[in-house]
């Protein structure tokens, strides 16, 4: 079965550095997703990706994140100036149509340090 | 913007017993309801979902419904077993937002053997 996949899995760095997460989508879904949890609470959106741009982004998704999609297959998430408050689960997902099932990547656990 | 409310946060039961997660909705245009089951550290994981032209659907051991005029939707598990033990987080989206996935605080479902 086709999954998702993302990398690193987790991620330690200094605050003020910049990362990138990195997420393989499932290959025909034209959807593409970016969501935080921070531990112990609940999964939070962050932007929407369709047709190479950005289709909705959470007020969370202030100018430190980018995403991208440079390739066919890969779709990243950048953020430039990392905060204590970064740290958390990020979950990539994507979806065929936009309106149905979302499939979760295993995400990539950041710790700012 | 929409909000999801979940409840109860924590559900304990005795395996072979019903287990009932309740979740609310703020957006009449919501119409897909997700749930996504989460064990600890890995993915979400789509385990059933409703559209807003449905009120009831089941697969096994689960089921979920919803009442559009009330704004809320449930997901229940009969003769639950210990690997049922997980959280499980409701979510909502609206039809014109790209598959934007708002979720609900998550329950913490226990079930003893």
């Known amino acids: 079965e086709p999954e998702v996949t993302q990398t690193p899995s987790h991620q330690v760095t200094q605050m003020g550095q910049e990362v990138i997460l990195r997420c393989v989508p499932i290959?025909?879904?034209?959807?593409f997703y970016w969501y935080r949890q921070i531990l112990g609470q609940k999964v939070e959106f962050l932007v929407s990706f369709y047709n190479n741009e950005i289709s909705e982004k959470s007020e969370i998704f202030d100018d430190q994140f980018s995403v991208e999609r440079p390739d066919g297959s890969n779709f990243t998430l950048k953020i430039r100036s990392t905060k204590l408050e970064d740290s958390a689960m990020y979950f990539c997902?994507?979806?065929?149509?936009?309106?149905?099932?979302?499939?979760f990547g295993q995400g990539t656990r950041l710790t700012v340090v | 913007g929409e909000n999801v409310e979940q409840h109860p946060s924590t559900l304990s039961v005795q395996e072979g017993d019903s287990a009932v997660i309740k979740c609310t909705y703020s957006d009449s245009a919501s119409n897909y309801f997700p749930w996504y089951k989460q064990e600890l550290g890995k993915r979400p994981q789509l385990i059933i979902d409703i559209r807003s032209n449905v009120g009831e659907k089941k697969d096994q051991r689960i089921a979920v419904t919803l009442n559009k005029t009330a704004k809320h939707f449930s997901l229940h598990i009969t003769e639950t077993q210990p690997e049922d033990s997980a959280v499980y987080f409701c979510a909502a989206s609206i039809g014109t937002s790209y598959g934007k996935l708002t979720f609900g605080q998550g329950t913490i479902l226990t079930v003893h053997p």
């Open positions: 290959s025909n879904h034209l959807y």
């Open positions: 997902a994507s979806s065929v149509y936009g309106t149905g099932e979302a499939f």
